[in-house]
């Protein structure tokens, strides 16, 4: 499948290295790298900075403004197949959550699963860390935090996004 032509953003291939596109053009820009050790659950959604602090890569669409996450090769409100990625802002809003009392092995039931929204727009899935059930309310503010999730066959760390409420004075967003 060929790239759509302009396509800005952060691209790498299964082996870390700078993908290029079908038509042989120049690497894209690639976001900064985490650190050997550890890996993102999944490539170009997740990257951290140098103190470790999480950020997720969503893109932006230059021609009407509109975010998305997962970043999208093509604008759903446009169809511009110029979007840029960006890192998104970590404080958000719990927009809904549910308990989720039966799950895939390696998962410790019960956890709270919501929806989140973001400044930018967007509505990001996440595991809600350190919320009880009964603690978790609509509206409430979240940050942004990064957590392990095991290892790959390589003996990486794997992590993984999730959110857990804002202390009352950090959102600095």
């Not at 050997?36 to 893109?59: C, H, M, N, W, Y």
């Not at 169809?79 to 404080?91: A, G, I, Y």
């Amino acid at each position: 499948m060929s790239e759509p032509k302009g396509r800005g953003g952060a691209w790498t291939d299964e082996r870390g290295a700078p993908a290029t596109s079908e038509e042989g053009r120049q690497p894209v820009k690639a976001p900064r790298r985490l650190e050997a050790d550890t890996v993102p659950f999944r490539q170009g959604v997740l990257e951290l900075d140098q103190e470790g602090k999480g950020r997720l890569i969503g893109s932006r669409c230059p021609s009407c403004g509109a975010h998305f996450f997962p970043a999208r090769e093509v604008c759903s409100g446009c169809l511009t197949e110029d979007l840029k990625h960006v890192p998104l802002s970590c404080q958000g809003t719990l927009y809904t959550y549910t308990v989720v009392r039966q799950s895939t092995p390696g998962f410790t039931v019960p956890y709270l699963l919501g929806y989140v929204d973001l400044p930018e727009g967007v509505r990001v899935l996440g595991v809600l860390q350190g919320l009880a059930e009964g603690q978790a309310r609509i509206g409430m503010d979240l940050t942004l935090v990064t957590v392990p999730a095991g290892t790959d066959d390589e003996g990486r760390q794997v992590i993984r996004y999730g959110f857990r409420p804002t202390a009352e004075g950090s959102r600095n967003e």
